[in-house]
DNA sequence: GTCTATATCAAGATAGAC
DNA sequence: GTCTATCTTGATATAGAC
């Protein structure tokens, strides 16, 4: 059959046949949109014309605007969460731990890569129900430190804080600068690594 | 002439005369359109039908959707900043002290408006460039303690905490209860507090 | 000053050619 | 699998009656 011919031809790695549409340059450009126009031309058409794809291409590889926000949502945390739990090695997921590891992560992306995904909010507003992936890792992340436990008190205000500057200047509330940004997380990490050693 | 009649009936107190449509009833609306939609559904007509109003009268007290938008942001920010200013008194506007006003009144306020004014955010991916209101109150609060001193640390590290808190929960990133948001803000209160008696 | 009705336009989604 | 062309919807904004 000519069509199970197409799909073998379509998984091999093809130099000479059509090329397939590139989900991460798609991904890349809805991102790029979103980030320079805060969102309000964040239309299809914006996004194919970037990619340098047709508006049915586009269509054809994400079926609906909402599954777009989902995967752009979804590789942006899981790229982060990865580069996280790469910090932590082989080690079990202890909650202070990863907290520290969170805010390493945050601290060696720069501010271009930092704004990119603050920017992502921006989305949630185009596909509000489509933020699970988000809300997963911050439970992972926070929950364990709304106990009423002491230190993890101290952990959790850390944390918050890295948050706090992350969205308000992710979402253009304040004006600050990558250093004084940065000034804020070295001051969280302090507190979480004091935390870790005083145990 | 008619005319003038009619202007001079309007600012009176007119109790048989055509009702005038009450703009912080349409802003109720509006902010109560974005708190139970996420944004999506934020349309005039909805926000019309909401105020109980057609969409021309609300057309014609807000000219435009970024009117309707900036003048909900501006009551809102307004509203919270002579809040803040009235637990100052008459004292000036010493950056610690404000901070501690600012936290005390987040405490005060319940949950529920906290979210509404979290959702606010929301309608700002309708009209980005209409945050200045925020923008402003935000600058007032925050620059003062970004210079390098080791107090103005621990209380920028305070505030940031509570913004933290208040956005994630206000934009759905994690699901907390008000009893812990509370704890949170207390804690931040905690410190703000100390470092303005050790002075 | 407020309402009804409508023009206008843009965006998400579809159908069919290649 | 990708493209062009088109359909459909729904939202902003306007025009004119009351």
Redesign the interface.
């Given at each position: 059959m000519n069509y199970a011919t197409a799909q073998s031809e379509k998984q091999g790695v093809c130099l000479t046949r059509k090329k397939e549409i590139d989900r991460d340059r798609v991904l890349d450009a809805a991102e790029g949109v979103i980030l320079e126009s805060?969102?309000?031309t964040f239309t299809l058409d914006a996004v194919a014309k970037r990619a340098g794809i047709s508006k049915g291409g586009l269509v054809y590889t994400f079926p609906t605007k909402d599954a777009l926000v989902r995967a752009a949502l979804e590789r942006e945390v899981t790229r982060f969460q990865k580069a996280v739990r790469r910090r932590l090695g082989d080690r079990p997921l202890e909650p202070f731990e990863l907290v520290l590891a969170h805010i390493d992560e945050a601290l060696d992306e720069d501010a271009a890569t930092t704004q990119k995904a603050a920017f992502l909010?921006?989305a949630?507003?185009?596909a509000?129900d489509m933020?699970e992936p988000?809300?997963r890792y911050?439970?992972a992340l926070?929950d364990p430190l709304?106990s009423?436990s002491g230190a993890a008190?101290e952990v959790?205000?850390?944390?918050?804080?890295?948050?706090?500057?992350?969205?308000?200047r992710g979402?253009?509330?304040?004006?600050?600068s990558a250093a004084?940004h940065k000034?804020?997380l070295l001051?969280?990490r302090e507190i979480v690594a004091r935390v870790l050693s005083e145990r």
């Open positions: 805060g969102g309000r909010v921006t949630l507003v185009h509000p933020m988000a809300r911050y439970r926070l709304l009423e008190h959790r205000h850390a944390l918050l804080a890295v948050e706090g500057i992350f969205l308000l979402l253009g509330f304040v004006e600050v004084e000034s804020v001051h969280a």
